[in-house]
């Protein structure tokens, strides 16, 4: 396994100037590799692709839907009955009325739950719902080849260059490439 510090960045331009900084420090092109990582849940890990077998967020998606269904259901049952009361008097407004808001109401319920789990806030930005920690961010990414003596002095370089997210990993290295790059794994954070 070889040691690599790897940082990300906003743009292209921003990780070739890291480069550069690099090449004025020591570092030689065969120990410099960038990269873009894609956004989270589209690195094709399935067959259909995506990154997991479900979306972490719809996992109460069909409770949300039902209880929606429910309400809606009801609340359109009283809509018709108020309007055939001033107006018709007929069993095909209460028909639709109701399939209308059992419709209305399973999307909005759907919804509900998918946005916070139905406590009326978004998920925590460093954990999936589940409670893993989140992946990487998407962007260029710069991964460096270094040795024990070397690393300290990468983390810097890329620091200043304006890289987000300095990361220490084991991994191989073959061809001036970072060769078992998994864009899934956690960022292991490296301390400057």
Same mark, same amino acid.
């Given at each position: 396994?070889?040691? /690599? ?36 849940? =589209? ?6 692709? !995506? ?12 409770? !949300? ?5 429910? !309400?809606?259901? /009801?609340?359109?049952?009283?809509? *018709? ?31 509900? =739950? ?16 589940? %409670? ?21 002095? *990468?983390?810097?370089?890329?620091? =200043? *260059?304006? !890289?987000?997210?300095?990361?220490? *990993?084991? %991994?191989?290295? =073959? ?18």
């Amino acid at each position: 396994m070889s040691l /690599i510090v790897a940082s990300r960045f906003t743009t292209f331009d921003h990780a070739e100037a890291a480069i550069d900084k690099l090449h004025n420090h020591g570092f030689v092109d065969e120990d410099l590799s960038l990269f873009y990582v894609n956004p989270g849940g =589209q690195h094709a890990r399935f067959a259909v692709g !995506g990154d997991r077998y479900a979306d972490p967020q719809s996992r109460w998606t069909s409770l !949300g839907a039902g209880a929606g269904a429910a !309400g809606g259901a /009801i609340l359109g049952l009283v809509c *018709a009955l108020v309007f055939s009361w001033l107006f018709l008097r007929s069993l095909l407004v209460l028909a639709v009325a109701a399939g209308v808001g059992a419709y209305v109401g399973t999307l909005l319920g759907a919804l509900w =739950q998918t946005r916070g789990g139905g406590r009326g806030r978004p998920p925590d930005i460093g954990h999936d719902p589940d %409670g893993t920690p989140k992946a990487r961010e998407s962007g260029v990414l710069v991964a460096v080849h270094v040795s024990p003596q070397t690393q300290q002095n *990468a983390a810097q370089v890329l620091e =200043q *260059a304006g !890289g987000m997210e300095v990361e220490r *990993a084991n %991994g191989r290295w =073959q061809n001036g490439q970072w060769a078992d790059f998994d864009p899934t794994r956690t960022v292991e954070p490296m301390r400057l």
